[in-house]
C-alpha cells in the first residue's frame, strides 16, 4: 500500500448533485421493483457476504446504477434475499470481476478469505465491520485486514451507517460517510461510490484513524453526559426542595401525611423549574461569551476551556428543557385524573354547602390561572419549534439566517415568555409569609435568578452603544489597533474608517 500522504487531515468531500438518493427503499419487496429499473453499465462492485448489512448495502449499490456481485459460501440458499438486479455467486468468482470489494463479514471470520488472496492482488477491499467494544483489539479491523493481504489496498468506511440508512436513503439517516486508508487514489474511487449512493464521504486520513472511526459507533450518547448529568443534578436540588416544602414542612408542623404527593404533585413541581433554568443555561454562555469579547476587546483571544464545552452543548441542553417542559404538560393534564384531586374536590364542595356560600369565584385567581396557562402554551410551542429546527434533518433545510433567527431570536423570545409563565404563577405569593416554608421562599423565586440576569444582560447589549461596539469586534476589530472596518450607518449605508481608539 502506498505510504500515507500529508492529507492526513479532515478533508469534507462536497455533495454532488448528481449523486443525488433515489426513491426511498421500506423493504426487499419493494426495492426490488425499483433496483431492477436501475441503470446498466456502471462500475462492478462486489460484496462479500450475506447477512442484513451486506443485503443492505446491495440494495443501495443496485438503486444507485452499480452493477453489484454478492459473494457467499452458498449462493443459491442466499440469492432470493438479495434484489434481482444483483448477480449472487460464489466468493472467488465475485472477486474476479469487481475491482472494488465491500467485505462485509466479521473480523473473525478474515481469515476465511485466505484462500482468495491470489485473486484479490491489486484490488480494493473496503472494511465496513464494526467491533462489539471500544479498543476491543490492539489494532483496528482494517488495520488487521489489511496485514493478511497486503498485496491488496484497504479502505475503511461505511462503518458509521446503519443497515436501515442504506435501505431507506441517506436523507432518513445520517449522510456522512467516514473513510480513511494510506491510498489516496483508493480513497477517492470509495468517496466516488459513496457520493453516488447519496451519502457525504469524509476523509479521515490515514489507516490509524481507522480504530478512532471504528469506536465512533459503539458510544454512547458522548454529547450528552454533561448535559444530562445537569439535568439530574437540577431535578434532584429542586425536588428535595420541593419535598422539604409540600411535604415535609405539613408532615411537622400540622401533622398532616402528604405523602401522596411525592409521584405527581412534587414531580410536576420540579419538572418545570428543571426545564425553565436548562433554558436560561442554553443563552447564558452566549452572555458570557460576549461580556468576554467586550472586555478584552477582541473576537480572537481563546475561551476558556468551560465556557468552550457549554457552547458546545447548548443543543442537548435546550433539548433537554423541552423534555422536561413536555413531561411537565403531560403531568400537568394527569393532576384532575388523581383520586386525592376529586377527594379534595368534594371536600371543598361540602365545605361550602355547610357554611352557605353560594360561589366562591374568585376573579384574580379566574384571570391569574386564564394568563398562566395560556402563556404557558406559547411557550411549550416555542420550545416545540426550537426542538425540531435542531434536528439535522430540518436545520439541513435553513439558512444561516433563518436558523439563528429561530434558535437566537425565537428563543429568547421562548425564554422571555416562560419568564412570565412563571410570574403568573407565582403572583403574588412572593410577598406573602405563609408561604415561606421553614424561612424557604417559594420554589419558583429560585428559578428566575439566572433566566432574569440572562434577559437583562441580552437588553442590555441591545443597547445602541453596546450592540455597535460588539458588532466591531466581531467583524475583526480589536482594542488598540489600527484596524479598517466597514459598518453599516444609521440610513442603511456603509461606512469605512480606521481606529485605533477603545471605543
Known amino acids: 500500500m502506498a505510504p500515507c500522504s500529508g492529507a492526513c487531515t479532515l478533508l469534507h468531500i462536497s455533495w454532488m448533485s448528481g449523486g443525488d438518493m433515489a426513491k426511498p427503499l421500506l423493504g426487499h419487496r419493494s426495492t426490488e421493483g425499483d433496483c431492477s429499473a436501475a441503470p446498466p453499465g456502471g462500475r462492478t462492485v462486489g460484496v462479500l457476504g450475506s447477512g442484513d448489512f451486506a443485503r443492505s448495502l446491495a440494495v443501495r449499490l443496485v438503486c444507485s446504477g452499480f452493477k453489484v456481485l454478492v459473494g457467499s459460501r452458498n449462493p443459491k440458499r442466499k440469492a432470493s434475499l438479495f434484489p434481482a438486479a444483483a448477480e449472487v455467486t460464489f466468493q472467488a468468482e465475485a472477486v474476479k470481476k469487481a475491482d472494488v470489494i465491500f467485505v462485509a463479514i466479521f473480523r473473525e471470520h478474515y481469515s476465511t478469505l485466505c484462500d482468495l488472496a491470489d485473486v484479490l492482488v491489486g484490488k480494493i477491499l473496503v472494511d465496513v465491520s464494526n467491533n462489539t467494544e471500544i479498543n476491543h483489539h490492539k489494532e483496528s479491523n482494517a488495520e488487521y485486514l489489511a496485514s493478511l493481504f497486503p498485496a491488496c489496498t484497504v479502505v475503511k468506511g461505511f462503518n458509521v451507517v446503519s443497515a436501515w440508512t442504506l435501505q431507506s436513503g441517506a436523507r432518513d439517516g445520517n449522510k456522512q460517510v467516514l473513510i480513511c486508508s494510506n491510498n489516496q487514489e483508493a480513497k477517492r474511487t470509495v468517496a466516488e461510490i459513496a457520493q453516488a449512493m447519496g451519502f457525504t464521504p469524509v476523509d479521515m486520513g490515514c489507516m490509524s484513524s481507522a480504530r478512532e472511526i471504528e469506536n465512533i459507533p459503539l458510544r454512547l450518547l458522548p454529547a450528552w453526559k454533561i448535559p444530562i448529568f445537569l439535568a439530574l443534578g437540577l431535578f434532584i436540588c429542586f425536588f428535595t426542595y420541593n419535598l422539604v416544602r409540600q411535604v415535609i414542612h405539613p408532615y411537622i408542623r400540622e401533622q398532616k401525611n402528604k405523602l401522596y404527593k411525592i409521584p405527581i404533585e412534587v414531580v410536576n413541581t420540579t419538572l418545570p423549574c428543571v426545564s425553565y433554568v436548562m433554558l436560561s443555561l442554553v443563552y447564558l454562555p452566549g452572555v458570557l461569551a460576549a461580556c468576554s469579547q467586550l472586555y478584552y476587546g477582541t473576537k480572537y483571544r481563546r475561551f ?37 384531586h376529586r377527594y379534595l374536590l368534594i371536600e371543598t364542595a361540602v365545605k361550602q354547602a355547610v357554611e352557605k356560600r353560594m360561589t ?32 439535522p434533518s430540518i436545520a439541513n433545510s435553513l439558512n444561516w439566517r433563518e436558523f439563528s433567527f429561530i434558535q437566537s431570536s425565537l428563543g429568547f423570545v421562548a425564554l422571555v ?23 424557604l421562599p417559594p420554589t419558583y423565586t429560585l428559578t428566575l435568578l439566572v433566566p432574569c440576569t440572562v434577559i437583562i444582560a441580552k437588553v442590555i447589549f441591545s443597547l445602541p452603544c453596546i450592540q455597535h461596539r460588539l458588532l466591531r469586534i466581531r467583524r475583526g476589530w480589536e482594542k488598540g489597533r489600527y484596524v479598517k472596518f466597514v459598518l453599516p450607518s444609521a440610513t442603511g449605508e456603509f461606512s469605512s474608517g480606521e481606529t485605533s481608539s477603545n471605543v
Request: glycine content about 4%.
Open 304 to 340: 476558556p476551556d468551560w465556557l468552550d464545552q457549554w457552547l458546545q452543548h447548548r443543543k442537548q441542553i435546550g433539548l433537554l428543557s423541552f423534555f422536561c417542559a413536555a413531561l411537565h404538560a403531560v403531568y400537568s393534564l394527569c393532576l384532575p385524573m388523581r383520586r386525592s
Open 417 to 439: 415568555i416562560s419568564t412570565l409563565h412563571t410570574l403568573t404563577y407565582g403572583w403574588s405569593r412572593a410577598f406573602d409569609e405563609n408561604q415561606y416554608k421553614f424561612y
Open 360 to 391: 366562591i369565584w374568585v376573579e384574580e385567581e379566574v384571570w391569574r390561572m386564564e394568563i398562566y396557562i395560556s402563556v404557558g402554551i406559547i411557550a411549550l410551542g416555542l420550545l416545540s419549534l426550537l426542538a425540531i429546527t435542531s434536528l
